[in-house]
């Protein structure tokens, strides 16, 4: 199905439009989680880029405990529609419950790969310009300090070498392996 010309740009397209979206709105998540700093240039982008669409969510979905829920089920729903246009350009027709249920894993790995790409970023930087202050690199710091944080306590001391990131991301890459297949074969098994 879906074997036109224009299939593959198309659905490229619609990822990465939607895809990147999707990781905005679920940046601001985290960075609300981890209480990154607010006044940070990257955060007021990312706040002033996920506002039109969030606000309305907030009125109908409170937080709890501190968790943007509205937020979270705006990312979910961004991912809905991207699964959705992506089924459709395959030529599977208009299936709304059947995107909304694909978006569930695609979430999940997205969250994943952004703590894995924060971590990769925040290791290269401190290669290239260690100590050094960027807004981004505190965002970073913020968003991905309360994972590596518990490792380096428990990692024992090697001359200055921290591989507790290295941890950290050999870890995710293998929750990604095993929590997504089956849930996406779960999914799959429902369609």
Do not use: H
């Amino acid at each position: 199905m879906g074997d036109g010309y224009l299939t593959n740009p198309a659905t490229f397209l619609v990822q990465v439009i939607f895809g990147l979206y999707a990781t905005l709105v679920l940046l601001r998540f985290l960075l609300q989680l981890t209480r990154a700093d607010f006044y940070n240039p990257l955060s007021q982008f990312i706040v002033k880029a996920t506002k039109p669409a969030l606000n309305p969510m907030r009125r109908l979905i409170p937080g709890v405990s501190g968790m943007d829920l509205a937020a979270l089920v705006l990312a979910w729903l961004v991912i809905g529609v991207e699964q959705l246009a992506i089924l459709g350009l395959g030529g599977y027709g208009f299936q709304p419950i059947a995107a909304l249920l694909l978006a569930i894993p695609e979430m999940i790995s997205l969250i994943i790969n952004i703590f894995l790409f924060a971590i990769l970023i925040q290791v290269i930087i401190s290669w290239i310009n260690p100590g050094s202050y960027n807004p981004a690199i505190s965002l970073i710091n913020s968003l991905v300090d309360p994972l590596l944080a518990p490792v380096r306590s428990r990692m024992p001391d090697l001359g200055g070498l921290d591989l507790s990131p290295m941890v950290v991301m050999i870890g995710l890459v293998i929750l990604e392996m095993l929590l997504i297949p089956p849930i996406r074969q779960l999914v799959g098994g429902l369609i």
